[in-house]
């Protein structure tokens, strides 16, 4: 019991001794170091390599293979020479196998730089994606890098790699245009231009400690509606196969027709011919026809009308008048009716006589 009192104690105390431990030491490499400010020193620089570094040679062969297609094999057994002869310098075997279809590049005893045979590697990785060799051999040299970017993923079309070359710096800037590119996120144009705006930056000193936001462009992205892709419905799977459609035969025997004699066959045939006939002419005849049916025109309303109305409507209040007239009239004397409907649209002679003295 005490035994394990004591075990337990003395984890504990380790434990408080790791963390202090690890608090001790924590930002222990984050010192600054004396050739971090010394100007003499460029990290980004890569030297040429010397073969005096490494006399001896490889202690081990190394071998690295890629596969082509096959529309690259008249092309790779042209050029194969140049290839040959540009590894040769630097110590490396190459071979070329038609028949399995691959590229393969091999350390020799004549190596020296332990890092040719990644290069190499990459020379064969961009032959077998269609690079020219001319440009392909330029990957050998210590200040071209490639990168084989994968977008097969990133696309719908037949599409898998983007293969470029350059600095390590301009590699990543290549990635990034390609990519946003395919996702469709900003136009190349747009980072070609923000590329050159930061070139003519570098070359003021000035500025070469500033942040550039303030003079780099900023491009809105625009929405823009795509077109969607028509899917066709998928149709319920069945085992069993669709129906067979009826044959010529089948449907004459249904109908009775392969029973009939040749002579009521032809007769059948040319009474359905008439009547087509018959309908064609009849579509054609009201075709002719109608250029020559007049349109129809506005019509106008009838002002007449209205003005007859409105003369027979003031005549019947003149007669109702008239007859109230007459009914007094008659209570004191007899007058004729007739004569007096007659003569009601007629002037009086009394009134007349009056005007004329």
Not at 63 to 91: D, M
């Amino acid at each position: 019991m005490n035994f394990a009192m004591e075990e337990h104690e003395n984890n504990n105390n380790n434990g408080g001794d790791i963390s202090q431990r690890a608090k001790k030491h924590k930002g222990k490499h984050d010192k600054p170091k004396p050739w971090d400010d010394d100007p003499n020193i460029d990290r980004w620089t890569i030297e040429k390599f010397d073969p005096s570094w490494n006399e001896s040679g490889m202690l081990e062969l190394s071998s690295f293979s890629t596969l082509f297609p096959q529309y690259r094999e008249k092309y790779l057994q042209e050029v194969w020479p140049t290839v040959k002869s540009a590894l040769k310098e630097f110590g490396v075997s190459c071979e070329l196998n038609l028949v399995e279809g691959s590229m393969t590049v091999s350390t020799t005893r004549k190596t020296r730089d332990p890092y040719i045979i990644i290069k190499a590697r990459e020379l064969i990785r961009l032959l077998s994606r269609s690079v020219p060799v001319h440009q392909a051999i330029k990957v050998l040299d210590d200040e071209v890098q490639c990168d084989i970017i994968k977008i097969g993923n990133l696309v719908r079309s037949k599409g898998n790699t983007v293969a470029a070359m350059g600095s390590f710096k301009g590699l990543k800037q290549v990635r990034r245009i390609v990519e946003d590119c395919i996702l469709n996120k900003m136009h190349p144009v747009y980072h070609i231009k923000v590329l050159m705006m930061k070139k003519e930056l570098e070359k003021d000193p000035a500025l070469a400690n500033e942040n550039w936001d303030r003079f780099l462009p900023k491009f809105k992205k625009k929405n823009v509606q795509q077109k969607k892709l028509q899917t066709k419905e998928k149709r319920p799977y069945t085992p069993f196969p669709p129906p067979q459609q009826p044959s010529k035969i089948d449907e004459q025997l249904e109908s009775g027709e392969f029973f009939m004699s040749q002579k009521k066959k032809s007769a059948k045939t040319w009474q359905e011919k008439q009547e087509k006939q018959a309908q064609k002419t009849a579509e054609n005849k009201r075709k002719r026809e109608a250029a020559y049916i007049p349109p129809e025109e506005p019509r106008k309303q009838d002002t007449k009308s209205e003005d007859g109305d409105k003369d027979v409507a003031t005549m019947a209040m003149s007669l109702k008048k008239k007859a109230k007239e007459f009914g007094k009239q008659k209570l004191g004397e007899n007058v004729n009716a007739e004569v007096y409907i007659a003569t009601a649209g007629e002037p009086s002679k009394k009134k007349s006589k009056r005007r004329e003295t």
